[in-house]
């Protein structure tokens, strides 16, 4: 079933206020989830909710909560998120963080205990909306790895995301937002959800052995993520891991006890101003010669057209905007049966969605 974007956000925005997010942080997550949805990660949409649900429930994600700003060194700045929603979170240890850009020209930010931050992108997307080159890594702890290293057959860090992006017209272009998996755990929990096959290369059996079941990996966390690019993407994922979890915050998944509590993020970010290294105006006439250099290769075989990072996300927003985001029926199912421990009203949330023609 394909539903109004809008729809969708009024709907996950009442699932939020039942989770008791105030509206302030019911609007800043739900617009998060609903902008996953419209560039096409689903995986990273409002089939959270259900984790997210079951985190407040236990206790492991905390609402409204208030961060711990520690006094910047230089231009580094500590963020401690405490449980809260890594959305909100991560947006407020920004603007904290961002403060020492106008002496430093650059501002580095370790956001610590963050709540699941979703899709990293959205981070480098508020940058680049203030003029700034962004960096920013990822890593997940509390629960178990997912990602096996080069070589092994059991997991032994996460999908550990990176996104970056340059400023254009203050827009993120290009944006690149990755996980250092071959795909994000998310899109196989979609891909199970959906009782679709994975292609081969992206997971593994409890053997080593490559599978395009993503059932026992999506229910039972059994077998691993493949890293892309082999040694390579492995090699990226440890270094995400030390950044973010060794460098700028306290745990990375070897300190942690792999107690299955949900999903936290620590982020490290390095967010600059342009303007240190030439004039804005420069910098930015640089990257779009240099966009549209690439944009003018002649295509491979079998290919249409050549996109930049961040343009299948585009396409996605405009076409989902206009038909509508695909929700499955599981998906649904898993978010109300969720929130049987809240004070929820399924009749009313059901209303709430508004399928497209
Ligand atoms: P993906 O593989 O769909 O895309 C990765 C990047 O490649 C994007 O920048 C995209 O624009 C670009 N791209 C895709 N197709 C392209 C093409 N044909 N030509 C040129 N560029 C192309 O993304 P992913 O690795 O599955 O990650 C999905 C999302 O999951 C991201 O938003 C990421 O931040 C998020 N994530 C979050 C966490 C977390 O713990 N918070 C963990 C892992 C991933």
Do not use: W
């Amino acid at each position: 079933m394909f539903y109004t974007a809008q729809s969708l956000q009024a709907f996950s925005r009442q699932v939020l206020l039942a989770l008791n997010c105030d509206e302030h942080e019911a609007d800043v997550v739900s617009q998060h989830l609903i902008l996953a949805n419209l560039t096409g990660h689903d995986s990273h949409g409002i089939g959270m909710l259900p984790m997210y649900a079951d985190q407040v429930r236990d206790g492991n994600l905390i609402p409204n909560q208030t961060p711990v700003y520690h006094e910047p060194v230089g231009a580094i700045s500590i963020v401690d998120a405490k449980k809260g929603f890594g959305h909100r979170m991560a947006l407020l240890a920004l603007d904290h963080a961002m403060k020492t850009i106008d002496q430093h020209k650059v501002a580095v930010l370790g956001l610590r205990n963050s709540g699941h931050v979703s899709r990293v992108g959205t981070y480098s997307e508020y940058c680049a909306s203030k003029g700034y080159v962004s960096i920013h890594m990822v890593n997940v702890v509390g629960h178990p790895p997912l990602v096996a290293p080069h070589g092994a057959r059991e997991p032994g860090f996460s999908t550990n995301p990176i996104s970056m992006a340059m400023p254009v017209n203050d827009e993120a272009k290009p944006l690149l937002d990755m996980a250092t998996s071959t795909v994000a755990f998310g899109k196989v929990r979609v891909a199970s959800n959906k009782g679709e096959s994975l292609p081969l290369g992206l997971v593994i059996d409890k053997e080593g052995v490559p599978t395009a079941d993503p059932k026992p990996m999506a229910e039972s966390r059994e077998g691993a993520l493949c890293a892309f690019g082999d040694h390579k993407g492995s090699g990226l994922g440890v270094f995400v891991e030390l950044l973010a979890g060794a460098l700028a915050s306290e745990s990375t998944v070897a300190t942690e006890k792999h107690i299955p509590a949900g999903v936290y993020n620590n982020m490290f970010s390095v967010i600059l101003d342009p303007e240190a290294f030439d004039s804005k105006e420069q910098v930015m006439q640089r990257t779009m010669e240099f966009y549209d250099f690439i944009k003018a290769k002649p295509t491979a075989k079998g290919v249409d057209q050549i996109l930049m990072p961040g343009e299948p996300e585009k396409i996605s927003k405009a076409k989902r905007e206009m038909h509508g985001i695909p929700v499955d029926d599981e998906t649904l199912r898993q978010i109300y049966e969720s929130l049987k421990h809240f004070d929820s009203d399924e009749e009313a949330l059901k209303a709430e969605l508004v399928a497209m023609e």
